[in-house]
């Protein structure tokens, strides 16, 4: 069975730059079967997609967020990443880590969640 | 962008049926997954390609879609189903990305 955990500060100073990890068990994140997901919510609203990491390292942001976000993936750690630089109040929200199955696009597997709060 | 709008919230009392939609322009064209999520909990994956459970998932949640929109039913509905649920595709743009509809609130009256 899958299972993803994020993990990574809970609290990020304004300005400064968000950084989690996801470690994946269960499953390989060389699979090119899947992408390798990062969703956030904010407190009370809804989910938005942020970026995803594919086979070979092919790579996709929400444009709304591409100038301040990277994904990456350490095959070695069997994990991924995410920055988000620059951070404002407005990032302040519970990220998830997800495994999106590229044949239909859906998320079986979800991380628990880890709220980020941006202090000023 | 691509758009999925829901209700923000369905009201049904215990035993009858829920019915949540989720509209999109063409939306029959794709597949649409939905998804519950209760309070301080990961969204769950309830229906995916339209109309498919995952193993785990009671046969009281269907789902459907055609033309502009996707529903997802809950039938007999219980307590324990209280909670958000989200419809999501996937979009084929400029690249291809996930879509996340609003959120519907389900209260169990």
Do not use: M
């Amino acid at each position: 069975q899958v299972q993803l955990q994020e993990s990574g500060p809970g609290l990020v100073k304004s300005s400064e730059t968000l950084s989690l990890t996801c470690a994946v068990s269960g499953g390989s994140v060389r699979s090119g079967s899947y992408y390798w997901t990062w969703i956030r919510q904010p407190p009370g609203k809804g989910l938005e997609w942020i970026a995803y990491i594919y086979y070979k390292g092919i790579t996709n942001y929400n444009p709304s967020l591409k100038s301040r976000v990277a994904i990456s993936v350490d095959t070695s750690q069997n994990q991924f990443s995410l920055k988000l630089s620059s951070v404002t109040a407005a990032d302040t929200a519970v990220y998830y880590c997800a495994r999106g199955d590229s044949g239909g696009g859906d998320f079986q597997h979800w991380g628990q969640g880890t709220l980020v709060t941006v202090s000023s | 962008s691509y758009v999925l709008t829901q209700p923000p919230s369905v009201s049904v009392a215990p035993g009858k049926t829920a019915r949540i939609t989720c509209e999109g322009d063409n939306i029959g064209s794709k597949s649409v997954h939905w998804y519950q999520q209760k309070p301080g909990q990961a969204p769950v994956l309830v229906i995916y390609y339209d109309t498919d459970r995952p193993s785990g998932i009671p046969e009281r949640l269907s789902g459907s879609n055609s033309g502009n929109t996707a529903t997802l039913t809950i039938s007999r509905v219980e307590a324990g189903d209280a909670a958000d649920f989200y419809c999501q595709v996937w979009v084929s743009s400029s690249s291809d990305h996930p879509v996340f509809g609003g959120g519907t609130k389900l209260t169990v009256l």
